[in-house]
């Protein structure tokens, strides 16, 4: 989406191994950051989200860094898991547009067993 | 279940015919949005509601049209559809409008011919 660039495109990851996806955003009056998970054919899932004013949050195996000097928020996932295997969209609220969320082209994430 | 219903799940619709995508939310948020998915885009906000009888422009709001009667309904209509139209469509709602958690539908398949 517009404002918001997410990479990369496709991860593979040996499972037991972590995945890191990273995306940039460009409105430096973002001040949320959520990331959701979709598996195929299924609704996208909100995992795990932060704001402006923290710099790292976790949830069990997931976390989210987020550096507002450069503009960029990264999720990583430890110790993935064959379920893990979904496609994860980043998304940053826009100021311009009433910080509505505006999403990255997502990261299709492969688990080998 | 409190949740948001979209219905239909699937439609094909001949190109210039009028078509009204359902969404329908029992948890009493304030905000609705209507997003089309296509493959390599993400999400993308088509039109959002902050709130029952307000409506508001998203990134590609172009043949599209919504209303806000009620806190609980927020239909979407094409009222001409053509070809470019055929996506995947989500609706999602919360709490409030901004920088908000977002909960989704479990989505539309519009295919135009």
């Known amino acids: 989406g517009e404002n918001v660039e997410q990479h990369p495109s496709t991860l593979s990851v040996q499972e037991g191994d972590s995945a890191v996806i990273k995306c940039t955003y460009s409105d430096s009056a973002s001040n949320y950051f959520p990331w959701y998970k979709q598996e195929l054919g299924k609704r996208p899932q909100l995992i795990i989200d932060i704001r402006s004013n923290v710099g790292e949050k976790k949830d069990q195996r997931i976390a989210v860094t987020l550096n507002k000097t450069a503009k960029h928020f990264s999720l990583h996932i430890t110790e993935t898991q064959p379920e893990d295997s979904a496609v994860y969209f980043c998304?940053?609220?826009?100021?311009?547009?009433?910080?509505?969320?505006?999403f990255g082209a997502g990261t299709t994430v492969t688990v080998r067993a | 279940i409190a949740g948001i219903t979209q219905a239909p799940t699937s439609q094909i619709l001949a190109a210039g015919r009028r078509m009204t995508l359902r969404c329908t939310q029992d948890?009493?948020?304030?905000?609705m949005y209507w997003y089309r998915q296509d493959l390599g885009l993400g999400l993308r906000l088509i039109h959002y509601?902050?709130?029952?009888?307000?409506?508001g422009k998203g990134e590609v709001p172009d043949g599209y049209s919504v209303s806000r009667a009620n806190t609980d309904d927020f239909p979407l209509t094409l009222a001409s559809a053509v070809p470019s139209q055929t996506s995947v469509y989500f609706c999602?709602?919360?709490?409030?409008?901004?920088?908000?958690?977002?909960?989704f539908g479990d989505g539309t398949r519009l295919s135009i011919l």
């Open positions: 948890m009493r948020h304030n905000a």
């Open positions: 998304a940053a609220s826009i100021s311009s547009n009433d910080y509505k969320l505006s």
């Open positions: 509601s902050n709130t029952a009888g307000t409506t």
């Open positions: 999602a709602s919360s709490k409030q409008g901004g920088s908000q958690p977002q909960h």
